[in-house]
């Protein structure tokens, strides 16, 4: 069975300083995907970052990086220079064949 | 390019009541997945379409719940016999799938469903 597990229920960090979500997952596939959502207060999920199984470099958008270690099975998404609108919750998620798992998220709050 | 829309946004209703919920893709997407998030939980698939056709239920949706997408285009998504247990936001996504194009779902504002 596929799981994801993100161990921190909430987070705090200081505006302008980086910040690491953790994610592990567990799947016997060496077919899958990895994504990472926001969803601020409002609900609307919004589309952060991918890994795929088969990358050999993490993957970077923005201020957003994934430090994705294979043989830990982590997919950890790093937010560089915080910023207030960065407060939301995160969930980690894994596409395994047509579906997707998410975790149970964590919750972020950048502090002025 | 105007996203994924869901409507309505919120529902209030009697237990035992019908409701149904609509979802609109971006259009172009050719798969539709249907969520349910309840508090201080990810999303829980419950459901997915490859334009008209429902290829995957999950274990989570009983017989009270149905799902269709009769164009392959809008989606709609009922529940039956609404019970207190059913309440949560339902959240829709769509996504293009295209041979080895990696597939990210964007998902819709959600419908917030109480049940009382």
């Known amino acids: 069975a596929q799981k994801i597990t993100q161990t921190q229920p909430g987070m705090f960090v200081q505006e302008k300083e980086a910040v690491t979500l953790d994610c592990t997952y567990d799947t016997s596939d060496p077919s899958y995907g990895l994504f990472w959502y926001k969803q601020p207060s409002s609900g609307e999920m919004i589309f952060l970052i991918y890994?795929?199984?088969?990358?050999?470099q993490n993957a970077t958008e923005g201020r957003y990086s994934l430090n994705f270690q294979k043989a830990r099975k982590s997919a950890n998404l790093v937010i560089s220079a915080s910023q207030l609108g960065d407060s939301a919750m995160y969930f980690c998620?894994?596409?395994?064949?047509?579906?997707?798992?998410f975790g149970t998220g964590t919750s972020l709050t950048v502090i002025p | 390019d105007t996203g994924v829309s869901q409507d309505p946004r919120h529902k209030i209703t009697k237990r035992g009541q019908n409701v149904t919920f609509r979802c609109d893709p971006i259009?172009?997407?050719?798969?539709l997945y249907w969520y349910r998030q309840t508090l201080g939980q990810g999303p829980e698939f419950l459901t997915y379409?490859?334009?008209?056709?429902?290829?995957?239920k999950s274990r989570l949706l009983s017989d009270r719940f149905s799902a269709e997408r009769p164009k392959g285009s809008f989606s709609t998504l009922e529940i039956q016999r609404t019970e207190q247990g059913d309440s949560a936001m339902y959240l829709c996504?769509?996504?293009?799938?295209?041979?080895?194009?990696?597939?990210?779902?964007?998902f819709g504002p959600g419908t917030r469903l109480l049940v009382l």
């Open positions: 998620a894994m596409r395994f064949i047509n579906q997707f798992y």
């Open positions: 259009s172009e997407h050719n798969r």
């Open positions: 996504a769509s996504s293009l799938q295209q041979g080895r194009m990696v597939e990210t779902q964007y």
């Open positions: 890994q795929g199984s088969y990358d050999q």
């Open positions: 379409f490859q334009n008209e056709a429902q290829l995957e």
